[in-house]
């Protein structure tokens, strides 16, 4: 069945250093791909999304790629702030399955 | 614009009472509608979705149950909570066809 596999947390990162959270999904059509972010004690938001293959999503300094190559979507952000600190979610929506399915999700701490 | 609203935020219940967690979205017709469950140290599980009055679809056998008595309101209810039932439960709803989800603060849940 459909599924996303994020990489295992928590992450903690120092202000300013460079952010990767890796996200591989398994899927059997052609779906959308998502980070939602949650900050502490909060429903999630969506972050960005693409929609098709070599799309690239972003939002607040954040990025990720669609790679149909090798089934993944992996965020990125350059420089990160205390104020990212929250969990993010990977997520993929098939078209027409009316629902999306989520990753565990990767708690990202960062200290000043 | 549209809103999503969740209650209560807060709920401690002892093991064996009923459960009733109330979601409304305003400024939308036919929603798609959502339950989340997010366990501590977990990820985000689908519960029921609903993709009009009446019509709930489960995609896990529990202890819960879901329903639809209005186009834009979706109450998740329990007979007896079980233990395992604490966790922060999320309610989201979509555009019909669509994948974005738009989720409510959440309700965390306490099961004594």
């Known amino acids: 069945g459909d599924s996303v596999t994020q990489m295992e947390g928590p992450v903690t990162l120092s202000e300013e250093a460079f952010l990767t959270i890796n996200c591989t999904y398994t899927?059997?059509?052609?779906?959308?791909l998502f980070w939602y972010v949650q900050y502490p004690g909060e429903g999630l938001q969506l972050l960005l999304k693409?929609?098709?293959?070599?799309d690239k999503g972003s939002n607040k300094g954040f990025e990720a790629t669609y790679r149909k190559e090798t089934t993944s979507f992996h965020l990125e952000k350059g420089s990160v702030q205390v104020s990212d600190s929250a969990v993010y979610f990977c997520a993929l929506g098939i078209q027409g399955a009316q629902k999306l399915v989520f990753g565990q999700g990767t708690r990202l701490t960062i200290n000043p | 614009s549209q809103t999503i609203h969740q209650w209560p935020a807060t709920l401690v219940q002892p093991v064996g009472s009923p459960l009733s967690l109330e979601c409304t979205v305003e400024?939308?017709?036919?929603?798609?509608l959502y339950w989340y469950r997010q366990a501590a140290g977990r990820g985000l599980q689908l519960l029921f979705y609903?993709?009009?009055?009446?019509?709930i679809s489960s995609e896990v056998p529990q202890n819960l149950s879901a329903s639809r008595p209005q186009d834009r309101q979706f109450i998740l209810s329990s007979k007896k909570l079980l233990l395992s039932d604490s966790g922060f439960y999320l309610c989201?709803?979509?555009?019909?066809?669509?994948?974005?989800?738009?989720f409510g603060a959440g309700s965390r849940l306490t099961v004594l």
């Open positions: 609903s993709v009009g009055i009446g019509q």
């Open positions: 899927a059997t059509g052609y779906p959308s």
């Open positions: 693409a929609t098709k293959a070599d």
């Open positions: 400024g939308t017709s036919n929603p798609n």
């Open positions: 989201a709803w979509s555009v019909t066809g669509a994948n974005v989800l738009t």
